[in-house]
């Protein structure tokens, strides 16, 4: 167990739907990440927060927006679902902003219909 | 800008060794290793920073050569618990910021 919680476990949805994957870091974790794994295209960064505020952005779609609330737990929003965008959602977090190790939550498994 | 990772698969017997190679077209600042069951979270192995160190976790090793921007993982006298898959990843700066990047990751695979 890593100490970082991910909420939902399992989400079936439609397309053009939005969804809300939920995620809490470590105690004392400062840093979250979010990634999408596929089967075709492996772990994707999407984006980070530290602290509340955005830190780093990867290959995050228009359609996805994410926040880190000052618990800081952060949550993940998904609009205008496609098929595509069936995936598993990890959140990860780490200590400080700077690339360090990260401990990875259980993942959010997505299905779009 | 991905790593790439070589071999895609490796199938061992227990107790044999196995190396798994990470390469970058891009300048690195860190390589991380992590592994990966079925199913499950990808679990942190081991981070090096930019300098040649190399690392240790029991049985596992690592090195990272700056200048070749490559890194290797060493897993030795392999055992079942072993089985997975590894991803590296490497840091892109970008702004003051760091990107995570990850390779499509080494599927391992070691029998009785």
């Known amino acids: 167990d890593s100490g970082v919680t991910q909420t939902p476990k399992h989400l079936i949805t439609a397309t053009g739907q939005r969804v809300t994957l939920r995620c809490s870091p470590r105690s004392g974790d400062l840093s979250v990440y979010w990634y999408q794994q596929s089967l075709d295209q492996g772990l994707q960064f999407l984006i980070q927060y530290y602290n509340g505020e955005e830190r780093a952005k990867g290959n995050i779609l228009e359609r996805f927006s994410a926040q880190q609330f000052p618990d800081l737990h952060s949550e993940l929003n998904l609009s205008s679902l496609e098929l595509g965008d069936s995936a598993l959602y990890f959140c990860?977090?780490?200590?400080?902003?700077?690339?360090?190790?990260?401990?990875f939550g259980p993942g959010t498994r997505l299905t779009v219909l | 800008q991905q790593p790439v990772q070589s071999p895609q698969a490796v199938i061992l017997r227990e107790g044999e060794d196995a190396v798994i190679n990470c390469s970058s077209s891009k300048a690195l600042y860190s390589v991380h290793w992590y592994r990966q069951k079925h199913g499950e979270a990808p679990v942190f192995l081991m981070i090096l920073l930019k300098g040649g160190e190399q690392k240790g976790h029991e049985k596992i090793s690592a090195s990272f050569n700056e200048k070749k921007q490559q890194s290797s993982l060493y897993l030795t006298a392999s055992q079942l618990s072993y089985s997975g898959t590894y991803f590296c990843g490497t840091d892109r700066s970008t702004g003051g910021s760091y990107i995570p990047t990850f390779g499509r990751g080494t599927s391992l695979i070691v029998h009785p």
């Open positions: 990860a977090s780490s200590v400080t902003a700077s690339y360090n190790e990260q401990f």
